[in-house]
């Protein structure tokens, strides 16, 4: 077993780094620069919300395996490795900002009184461990020793302990071999492939990943406008399309875009980082640009269903950028909401978990106890984050609350013949067609020669 120190330990990324090594064994400092979320840690009351943390956390506390500390002294002391999880927001011209990084860094030089592995989670531009490593060598005591090693964290809010414990693959970017066999070591239980290379690859591996990502959706968003168009149906465009082994199913949901803490960062920085070294990222622009236009088309959908927006009350229905996660870090909800409200809208919304969070950036909002209040007397609900419990609402109910049964489904939850037969005037993404009845014999579905796309779409789902 060894001794972790996790940097940032407080945040998404650090806090599942350290409960989930420290559940695996190994005895964990988690050291943070904001007093207020060690200040509850240590009480066990965690800043964030993520299924299943809060017991890991607590668990693991209780048996000593797991401390909260805002001091690097005590953090490091006797640590064999150091893992940076700050954050990496974005700069204003889209790049990343490393003052965190560089804190960290020289936090760590200042205070490490032995040698150490500093292995670094945060999704940082190219280059960015070799600066880690000038910087720490610039502050270094006398007598130690130190290498960095990359270590990108891909882990998903709302999935984040399951994809800590059950990673696809991890990444393990060091020449030093010694430092990415010991590192390597700390996964070994999780029997995940183990991709090992240089600093600079391991940094764009993780970069060109959610790049990808983000341009799957913005792909199946650009196609799902054209099939608006021409009277074709996303869903099933997208079921039809993942079944190519060569394409696979996820993140092919057309909706109002991504958002998020990474997504939108990584891909400016990535962009950012090309054209300051004489690149044209034209895709990664386009990426952006259509993400970017799948709010407005929400707006665009209610001003020609209502005329106006002046004046409407319009029900917004999730705040968080996904489902399971209260994090409002460039969630479409937010950018949806002003729009409206510059247009003169009022805005009603509810929330699972994300409600607190929001109302920190925008109060001007009717924040409602359930989904039903906020459709209660609104010309208009918007369907923005899939919660589970959005798919299952008493839809009837809900229109004969509303002043106008005007729905626009933000994420493509709800069939829409079904909710044009309650009587809504139904807007989904990229869903413009008439749909056909199933018509296969069973007989022929059970010898799995073909598919019926409605019964494929739930065992996706
Ligand atoms: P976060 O903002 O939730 O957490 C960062 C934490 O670091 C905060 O608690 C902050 O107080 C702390 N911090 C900042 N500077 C510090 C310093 N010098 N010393 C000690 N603590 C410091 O951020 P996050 O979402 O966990 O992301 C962290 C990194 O991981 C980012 O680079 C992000 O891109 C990457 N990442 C995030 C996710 C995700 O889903 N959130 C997934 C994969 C990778």
Redesign the pocket.
């Known amino acids: 077993m060894s001794k972790i120190c996790v940097?940032?330990?407080?945040?998404?990324?650090?806090?599942?780094t350290g409960a989930c090594f420290a559940d695996l064994g190994n005895e964990v400092v988690c050291?943070?620069?904001?007093e207020a979320?060690v200040a509850g840690l240590k009480r066990g009351k965690l800043?964030?919300y993520e299924p299943g943390l809060q017991e890991m956390v607590e668990r693991n506390i209780k048996v000593e395996r797991l401390t909260f500390t805002t001091s690097?002294k005590d953090g490091l002391r006797g640590a064999e490795f150091a893992f940076i999880?700050?954050?990496?927001?974005s700069g204003s011209e889209g790049e990343?900002d490393l003052k965190?990084?560089r804190?960290?860094a020289e936090?760590i030089a200042a205070n490490m009184t032995n040698s150490l592995i500093i292995v670094n989670?945060?999704?940082?531009p190219i280059g960015t461990g070799d600066w880690v490593a000038e910087i720490v060598e610039g502050h270094l005591p006398a007598g130690l020793e130190f290498t960095v090693v990359s270590n990108?964290?891909?882990?998903?809010?709302g999935s984040?302990i399951n994809d800590f414990l059950h990673p696809d693959r991890i990444v393990l970017g060091s020449t030093n071999r010694r430092a990415g066999e010991k590192v390597a070591q700390l996964y070994l239980s999780l029997r995940a492939p183990i991709i090992v290379t240089d600093l600079r690859t391991a940094e764009m591996i993780?970069y060109a990943s959610n790049a990808y990502l983000a341009n799957r959706i913005s792909f199946v968003n650009e196609i799902a406008s054209i099939c608006e168009q021409l009277g074709a149906d996303i869903k099933e465009v997208a079921i039809g399309m993942g079944y190519d082994k060569r394409i696979g199913h996820s993140y092919l949901d057309a909706g109002v875009g991504w958002g998020?803490?990474?997504f939108p960062?990584?891909v400016k920085a990535l962009a950012h980082m090309a054209a300051i070294h004489g690149c044209h990222p034209q895709l990664l622009r386009a990426v952006i640009e259509i993400n970017r236009d799948q709010r407005r088309r929400v707006v665009q959908a209610l001003r020609d269903i209502l005329g106006t927006l002046h004046g409407k009350t319009v029900g917004v229905l999730g705040l968080a950028f996904k489902p399971n996660t209260d994090?409002m870090?460039e969630a479409p909800a937010v950018e949806i909401i002003h729009l409206l409200q510059n247009e003169g809208a009022s805005v009603k919304t509810f929330d699972p978990v994300a409600m607190e969070r929001a109302k920190e950036i925008m109060p001007e909002v009717t924040y409602c106890e359930d989904a039903y209040e906020a459709a209660e007397g609104s010309d208009a609900l918007v369907v923005v984050t899939d919660w589970n419990e959005f798919k299952h609402l008493d839809m009837a109910r809900l229109k004969a609350s509303m002043a106008e049964p005007v729905l626009i489904d933000g994420r493509n939850i709800y069939e829409p013949t079904k909710m044009q037969e309650l009587g809504f005037v139904y807007r989904g993404i990229g869903r413009g067609y008439e749909k056909a009845e199933p018509y296969l014999p069973a007989e022929i579905l059970a010898a799995g020669e073909s598919i019926e796309l409605e019964e494929a779409a739930d065992d996706i789902s």
């Open positions: 940097i940032g330990g407080g945040g998404y990324v650090g806090l599942t050291v943070d620069i904001d979320k800043p964030i690097y999880a700050v954050d990496t927001p990343a965190y990084m804190m960290a936090m989670k945060s999704t940082v990108p964290e891909f882990l998903r809010e984040a993780k998020g803490s990474c960062k990584d994090d870090r």
